[in-house]
């Protein structure tokens, strides 16, 4: 079972030509609302791999709330630990060029009403595959870390967004998902030692004893376990938009690994997901269901 602890929004999406600099109006060519978060977007990845999912988190009592709940209730996930928040439900607001970049303001909401408490509603135990990311307080995240390892469950951690004061939990978690940038900040406040990224990241793993993976866009993934160095191709794209794609990533990796795959098989098919998720608008519209992941890595070989 894959047990997602975290953030439920309703994306708020413009398209513009370019992203406006700070100050600057851009005229926008488009706008679509869809279910986001990066916890649920997680959790419907991670169903769409074809495991089974919980998904504990929170939702205000108002409009938003259905739109943001309707693709996890569509693909069959287990949505009985969400509970109702008098905050409104989380939003992100979210602008994306035409060259598929994006910024993106984020409104927690109801996401703040997450407690350490609610990890009960996860009903852990060993052998579940537990993610994780930084959109729910972050009491909580270090919570669910500790009742993981105590469960004998396998603890994923998305440290997006970054926030400085997770540094003193991240190494809790069996694996730590950080993009490049936020890998650097982190190895800044960790104060991880090493003249490049994988040198740090092998500092990483050395001290903790647990598993850093490093997203890195088009270029890949890199991994490092305290035994290992792992180095992994993306699939070769033209990027229609990015949102989402570390999320996909990341319910794609949490499945293979609940699937019994090796990290390196793990990692390989959460990089096809990932680079796939970047051909359509949206974060949950475009996660790639299995057949297409197997598909692009057939034709990959």
């Known amino acids: 079972m894959i047990i997602v602890v975290g953030s439920i929004n309703l994306d708020l999406i413009a398209n513009v030509d370019r992203l406006p600099e700070p100050g600057e109006t851009v005229r926008g060519s488009g706008f679509a609302t869809a279910p986001g978060g990066k916890g649920a977007n997680q959790a419907l990845a991670a169903a769409r791999a074809g495991a089974p999912v919980r998904m504990v988190g929170a939702v205000g009592k108002d409009g938003f709330a259905a739109e943001a709940l309707a693709l996890l209730k569509a693909g069959n996930v287990d949505l009985s630990g969400i509970g109702q928040s008098f905050a409104s439900t989380g939003t992100a607001l979210i602008l994306v060029g035409a060259d598929g970049e994006n910024v993106i303001a984020v409104v927690p909401g109801a996401n703040d009403s997450v407690v350490p408490g609610d990890v009960a509603k996860a009903y852990l135990k060993k052998g579940d595959v537990v993610l994780l990311q930084h959109e729910i307080p972050l009491q909580t995240v270090e919570a669910t870390l500790d009742a993981a390892r ?28 950080a993009n490049e940038t936020e890998f650097d900040l982190y190895g800044e406040a960790l104060a991880l030692s090493g003249r490049d990224r994988p040198a740090r990241m092998r500092d990483y ?20 376990t305290p035994d290992d160095f792992l180095t992994v191709p993306a699939l070769k794209i033209t990027p229609v938009d990015t949102v989402g794609a570390g999320d996909t990533f990341c319910g794609y990796f949490g499945a293979s690994l609940s699937s019994g795959l090796s990290l390196q098989e793990a990692l390989t098919r959460a990089a096809a997901a990932g680079s796939l998720a970047c051909l359509k608008p949206g974060a949950q519209p475009a996660i790639p269901p299995a057949k297409d992941v197997d598909a692009a890595l057939a034709g990959a070989r």
């Open 205 to 224: 793993a050395k001290k903790t004893g647990r598993a850093i993976v490093v997203t890195l866009g088009g270029d890949g993934v890199l991994a490092a």
């Open 150 to 177: 105590a469960a004998g469950a396998v603890s994923v951690l998305n440290t997006a967004p970054f926030r400085a004061e997770a540094a003193g939990f991240v190494g809790k978690a069996d694996y730590a998902v």
